[in-house]
């Protein structure tokens, strides 16, 4: 950086809708305005159609004369052409019966789908008990050796139900059925029920897979802008990015109507990663909220699409998402997120005698940054305090990663899989239908890499609209949106990992066991230890939303808890196993003769690569000769053998862990409970309200007068 001081951010930039959004088409391109007139207003993103939400599900047996009602789907087949029909292996083939499925509006959408064995009864979800013309029990198991098998489901809240487009939330778009009995695979973007349905006495084993998605109020998406930003002027070492609005709101800037039923959405939490021409990381955390839209703000045009031949006479309300924004180059994420939604709290809780503007410009120039003899600095405002911390442990490299999110996601076998693919640098895809997911497992991936350093192209949060990123040629590691695959099919090289259902789809056969199997043994040992102590993965949703109101004791320091030992653990079993895959290394780095130089630093002139082979078990040749081509093992002997200070600690440190791999005792330890200490904790100087007299500040929407932010005071 430029200056010495060190900042904890470096731009707080508020994004949304203004009169001067572009139209997009598909691929999230502008067009030229000299091809595509401009409207009264900000112009729509042209973005494909998304599925209608499941209202209705039922069984057929087609056999009997049966037929699905007029607007249902039959699923008569599976992704791979097989037949779907569950009375396909019975003696009675003629008798077929299959899943129907209606979507639409019209009625409440379908949140969740089951199977239940034995009698049509499961809590809190309704029972298909009856064939679709009530004929006979829908009972889709044909093995008498096997229970009977129902289907299950529950429906969102019937309110207001019929006059459209009222509900707000993820529920089922699409469902398939797959025979296990010719391994078909899960389709990417669907999650399965591992509940086996049998096909007769001599049929498949079938599965039933169903796929989520955002269900929102009829919406018209636009290019979000920037409509504030603090500071005004760009960083000369670090201009403001122009990309910020694409990923704080990826799938634009969402124009709603809402009914009075609608629950009114939480606000959520997302973060993001830039990464700088120099290689350098720039971390985006964003809170995400709606406000109600004011009439002058809704053009002829906009309303048009939210209410067609009623655009003149609807009364329903109309709302578009906002976000705000701290960019910085530090991964202080929970910090953030607090004091972002303290921000969200204060503007929309009534009259207050200091501005957001002032709150804003003292944390950018005024909060000082945690040291080492400091390392807690508390921030207040208004009645609420954020506390921002340096981490727990000081030997790993800086992380902002919850590392529990790994194991939230993913079973301890996929995990491992996620790692081998990881380390020989595949083209890794992560997806989910939660968006604000994607960064946290990204980066939790990255930091259990140490002592290696992705070096290829990393995109944790890839908006829709920059998606065709996944086709380049080289390794990387890219987050998006499961409803790409609603519009798109991904390479074929492409390695597919679903957060939401646990699955890894590739092409190749290659699995955690191309690992070395005494330290992956280990591993996997301990992943499953730890599984146990990981909060349920239905928890991620109230994970990642904002509350309205302050949660209790919000000024209360948190003591050092539980979570940080289990992340701390979950990146030490990773290290370990780092540690004991590269045991020895050292005595096969090559002697240095000569300055660096092209030649030198090839990998073959400064590792004994051969040598390094014949010390292993030949069961791990095959595993090390393909990580000896990967950017992760050539860079990390490349600094091993040019050793520079900001190396220097981490290398010496892990050197260290690979001569303690095979002790039982910890290789990092918490620091200790005196972190929480008033005596380590520096209270942050409050806003400076010069000039603001006696008056109140309210904020009908998150809107910010430049005039009212405050300059940095200059040194004494």
């Known amino acids: 950086m430029a200056s010495c001081r060190r900042s904890v951010a470096e731009y707080f930039v508020v994004v949304g809708l203004d009169e001067s959004s572009q139209r997009c088409d598909a691929s999230g391109e502008i067009h030229d305005p000299s091809e595509q007139p401009r409207g009264d207003g900000p112009e729509q ?96 198991n044909h093995s008498p050796a096997s229970a009977a098998t129902f289907l299950a489901y529950r429906r969102a809240p019937l309110t207001g139900v019929g006059s459209g487009y009222h509900f707000y939330g993820m529920a089922l778009t699409d469902l398939c059925v797959i025979n296990a009995s010719k391994n078909e695979p899960v389709p990417r973007g669907f999650t399965l029920i591992n509940k086996a349905i049998h096909g007769g006495l001599t049929g498949p084993t079938f599965y039933l897979c169903y796929k989520k998605s955002l269900i929102k109020p009829h919406a018209v998406s636009y290019r979000a802008t920037i409509l504030n930003r603090f500071p005004k002027e760009d960083l000369g070492d670090f201009p403001l990015p122009e990309s910020v609005p694409l990923f704080c709101l990826p799938l634009g800037a969402s124009v709603e109507s809402w009914s009075d039923s609608v629950a009114y959405p939480l606000p959520t939490f997302s973060s993001f990663v830039l990464t700088g021409a120099a290689g350098e990381k720039v971390y985006g955390a964003a809170v995400v909220f709606y406000e109600e839209l004011a009439k002058a703000q809704q053009t002829a045009q906009m309303r048009a699409a939210l209410f067609g031949a009623e655009a003149t006479t609807s009364s329903e309300r109309v709302f578009c998402n906002k976000g705000i924004c701290i960019l910085s180059r530090w991964p202080f994420f929970q910090a ?21 503007e002032r709150y804003i410009s003292n944390f950018m120039l005024d909060v000082p940054f945690p040291s080492s003899s400091r390392p807690r600095v508390l921030i207040q405002l208004g009645p609420e305090s954020v506390l921002l911390s340096q981490p727990v442990e000081t030997k790993l490299p800086l992380s902002g ?8 996601c993913l079973d301890p076998v996929n995990l ?19 968006p604000s997911l994607l960064t946290s497992f990204g980066e939790a991936l990255c930091s259990v890499l140490f002592p290696f350093k992705w070096q290829c192209p990393y995109i944790p949060l890839c908006p829709l609209a920059l998606a065709s990123f996944i086709h380049a040629p080289m390794p ?49 040992r301990t992943l499953k230890q730890l599984q146990t102590q990981v909060p349920l993965s239905t928890d991620l949703d109230s994970d990642l939303a904002v509350a309205v109101v302050p949660p209790p004791s919000m000024s209360k320091a948190p003591p050092k808890s539980d979570s940080a030992s289990l992340n701390l653990a979950i990146r030490e079993a990773f290290l370990r196993l780092h540690a004991q895959l590269m045991a020895g290394y050292s005595g096969f780095l090559c002697p240095l003769t ?96 010069a000039g603001l007299g006696d008056k109140d500040y309210s904020y009908e929407t998150f809107t910010l007068d430049d005039g009212l932010f405050c300059a940095r005071k200059p040194s004494p």
């Open 336 to 356: 953030f997120k607090s004091y972002l939604s303290s921000l969200y709290r204060i503007s929309i809780s009534g009259p207050s005698p200091i501005p957001l």
């Open 594 to 689: 000569k300055a660096p130089s092209q030649s030198s630093t090839d990998i073959s002139q400064l590792f004994d690569l051969q040598g390094f082979l014949k010390s292993r078990p030949s069961q791990e040749h095959l595993f090390f000769s393909k990580f000896f081509q990967t950017q992760l093992f050539i860079n990390l002997i490349e600094h091993r053998s040019f050793t520079t200070s900001d190396d220097s600690g981490t290398l010496a440190f892990f050197d260290e862990c690979i001569m303690n791999a095979d002790k039982p005792e910890p290789l990092v330890k918490l620091r200790g409970d005196e972190t929480s200490s008033s005596a380590m904790t520096v209270v942050a100087n409050p806003p400076d309200v």
């Open 416 to 434: 491992m899989t996620l790692l081998a693919l990881t380390l020989l640098e595949y083209h890794i895809i992560l997806h989910s239908v939660r």
């Open 476 to 524: 990387f590691i890219v987050g998006i949106d499961s409803r790409y695959f609603d519009m798109y099919d991904p390479p074929e090289d492409c390695v597919c990992v679903n957060l939401d259902n646990n699955t890894i789809a590739h092409s190749e056969s290659i699995s955690w066991q191309i690992l070395p199997k005494r330290p992956t043994q280990q591993l996997h």
């Open 45 to 140: 993103m042209d973005l494909p159609a998304l599925a209608e939400p499941i209202t209705d599900i039922s069984v057929v047996f087609a056999g009997a004369g049966e037929t699905l009602p007029s607007g249902y789907h039959c699923i008569a087949a599976t992704p791979a052409k097989y037949s779907a029909s569950f009375n396909h292996g019975s003696f009675n083939v003629s008798k077929a019966v299959y899943i129907g499925y209606k979507r639409g509006r019209d009625n409440a959408p379908l949140t969740d789908i089951d199977i239940t064995y034995r009698s049509p009864q499961h809590v809190d979800y309704q029972v298909v008990a009856d064939s679709v013309m009530n004929r006979k029990p829908a009972d889709l």
């Open 401 to 408: 990663a919850t590392h529990s999110i790994l194991l939230r």
